[in-house]
């Protein structure tokens, strides 16, 4: 136990130790810090909130920053249904400059989301409705994912606190262009309580044109 703690803990040193780029222009390499939360206010309803702190790079060259919220619904103990708000801020880069324009977005959502158990492998599909007013366009968009989170420890209490997870999430846009990106994730994680777990992963994320990897430190809180 103590021998997968140590080899946890490394890979997450391993984020803050990675040298810092100069610009996205020199890296195709990104960093995503994330915080998710969920406040519980009863057994039905619950609070969502949650922090993404992206980079180009290691750290400090602002890609984008996410902030969520929403209230929730349990329709069954593997159901839930959400109705939600976020605001995105993004930096882009100008062509192959090292110039920015910022981009504000406000984002309304809809999701429901379901859980279920193969063995001990747990899977999770989300299927999410978006409607993003980006500056002065209106977007609608469509969002699949797909989790599995398989427990690499098979203890008596069935606890099992060091888990594999991967995902894959597909983004369809409602008008022309349908195809907008999709994610490819994979990461090791560790559940220190029933209130705090700790992930950290590889993600790749591709466009019709382009592609993009980032490094993904994730901490979940339940209150």
């Known amino acids: 136990m103590k021998h997968l703690k140590h080899v946890f803990f490394s890979f997450l040193f391993l984020v803050f130790l ?3 780029i100069s610009t996205a222009q020199d890296s195709n390499l990104g960093n ?21 702190y992206r980079n180009y790079n290691a750290v400090g060259d602002l890609e ?7 209230l929730g619904y349990n329709i069954t103990e593997n159901n839930n249904i959400l109705l939600g708000y976020g605001y995105i801020l993004s930096e882009n880069y100008i ?8 981009v504000n977005e ?20 989300r299927y999410r409705f978006e409607q993003r007013f ?31 997870s991967v995902y894959n999430e597909v983004f369809l846009n409602i008008e022309s262009s349908v195809f907008d990106r999709n994610r490819v994730y994979a990461g090791l994680g560790y559940t220190f309580s029933k209130a705090l777990r700790l992930e950290l992963g590889y993600m790749n994320q591709f466009f019709e044109t382009s592609g993009r990897d980032q490094i993904n430190l994730i901490m979940f809180v339940n209150f």
């Open 64 to 70: 984008q920053l996410l902030l969520r919220t929403g």
């Open 18 to 20: 990675t040298p810092r």
């Open 95 to 102: 062509g192959e400059t090292d110039d920015k324009v910022s």
């Open 32 to 52: 995503w810090l994330i915080y998710i939360g969920n406040k519980k206010l009863n057994n039905k309803w619950s609070i969502h909130n949650e922090v993404q």
């Open 134 to 164: 980006v500056e002065d366009d209106f977007k609608m968009r469509l969002r699949y994912f797909l989790g599995i989170k398989v427990p690499l420890q098979y203890r008596k209490d069935e606890k099992n606190p060091l888990y594999f």
């Open 106 to 125: 406000h984002r309304v959502f809809q999701q429901f989301t379901t859980k279920q158990k193969v063995g001990k492998i747990g899977l999770s599909h």
